[in-house]
């Protein structure tokens, strides 16, 4: 085998491994059905435990490219070229369906010191008025929070900051154009068609299925963007395989299409691991990313992030760079706070475990 684990890299061993097989799966070494190596073999050639391997093949399951056959083994499911749909029964993560946040899950004793953390430091500055595109510290939190948790690697240049996804919503249909048409998955956030009504542009809605949209709906279709939520779509709790992932990506190679990817709730996986974004995937210019603050803080925040694509930065700049950042500026210093110190991660990693823990009590005892 040619795996191999770097060990003066500071990325986890499981990681490396997760990253080499993954591309392995993608590019067709390993094809639909076949069986990957064994735990004990993957570790004794690379030389690693064989529960770093356990982490590595955990991660594969989750994201939906291989799956574990009792005393069978590991085998692929994931398949590229196959536009029909994978999965027998829905994707749908077990916690999410019964976890719903509210502005109580984050600690407000860690957001109360910070907010006076941060009107002791910055002072008057909290007046200042916000740059169009949000504060540059916020920016940067979010430029390595992206890097760290979601292998997405942008410059700052590309983040925006806004007041919530339809906020975003309405901004993208003025950057890409009312003459396009647009398509959504159906049932959706009713949210989403609002805006696109509201925006008066043509929509077509597009079901849904086991594994994501429907491969004869979207083949069929005459969008030319895409709007999805490939973690778990709400409200069906759908959650998009990696075969799908990579099928919307194949559908907005051609015609100048673009995908709009709705992270909503992502954070909140129960893998250890958040799971991989279209975004992050892409060998196009072509998706923007969408995320908030409302399941991970509150709703009452108010604020969101988007990132572009490189080739639509200079485009929104000079059509839409005049609008002002609704995000105060003191709210967005106590997110760039909470980033920068780590209590945002580490209240994501404390409700990950303690969902994970509560799911596989429900599993001993059904």
């Avoid at 959504?184 to 949209?213: C, F, H, Q, R």
Wanted: aromatic letters at 12%; glycine letters at 4%.
């Amino acid at each position: 085998m040619k795996y191999y684990v770097e060990k003066e890299s500071k990325k986890p061993a499981y990681l490396q491994l997760y990253e080499q097989i993954r591309a392995d799966v993608v590019k067709g070494v390993y094809q639909f059905h076949d069986k990957i190596p064994s735990k004990r073999l993957l570790a004794q050639e690379t030389g690693v435990s064989t529960i770093t391997v356990e982490h590595t093949y955990a991660l594969l399951c989750d994201e939906g490219y291989v799956e574990s056959r009792e005393r069978s083994g590991y085998f692929v499911v994931f398949r590229s070229g196959d536009e029909f749909d994978v999965a027998d029964e829905p994707q749908r993560s077990g916690f999410l369906s019964t976890y719903s946040s509210n502005p109580s899950d984050f600690p407000f004793s860690v957001f109360a010191k910070t907010v006076r953390r941060v009107l002791s430091d910055v002072a008057e500055g909290v007046w200042e008025r916000s740059p169009n595109s949000g504060h540059l510290e916020l920016r940067e939190a979010l430029k390595k929070y992206l890097a760290r948790n979601y292998d997405v690697d942008v410059d700052v240049n590309q983040i925006i900051i806004g007041a919530g996804v339809e906020y975003f919503y309405r901004l993208i249909v003025e950057l890409l154009g009312r003459n396009r048409r647009y398509a959504i998955e159906s049932p959706s956030y009713n949210k989403i068609e609002k805006a696109y009504i509201a925006s008066d542009v043509n929509y077509s809605t597009l079901p849904l299925g086991n594994d994501g949209i429907e491969s004869r709906a979207l083949w069929s279709c005459d969008a030319d963007v895409l709007h999805v939520s490939p973690y778990r779509s709400f409200p069906s709790g759908v959650m998009a395989t990696a075969s799908k992932r990579h099928e919307y990506l194949r559908w907005s190679s051609v015609n100048d299409r673009f995908i709009i990817e709705d992270n909503f709730e992502s954070e909140f996986s129960l893998a250890s691991k958040s799971q991989e974004t279209l975004f992050s995937i892409t060998n196009d210019e072509n998706v923007v990313f969408l995320n908030t603050f409302s399941k991970t803080i509150s709703p009452a925040l108010r604020t969101g992030y988007m990132v572009l694509p490189k080739k639509l930065v200079s485009t929104f700049e000079q059509k839409l760079g005049f609008y002002s950042c609704p995000v105060s500026t003191l709210i967005q210093f106590v997110l760039t706070e909470l980033i920068a110190c780590g209590d945002f991660e580490r209240h994501i990693n404390r409700v990950r475990r303690r969902k994970r823990n509560e799911s596989a009590l429900r599993l001993d005892n059904p």
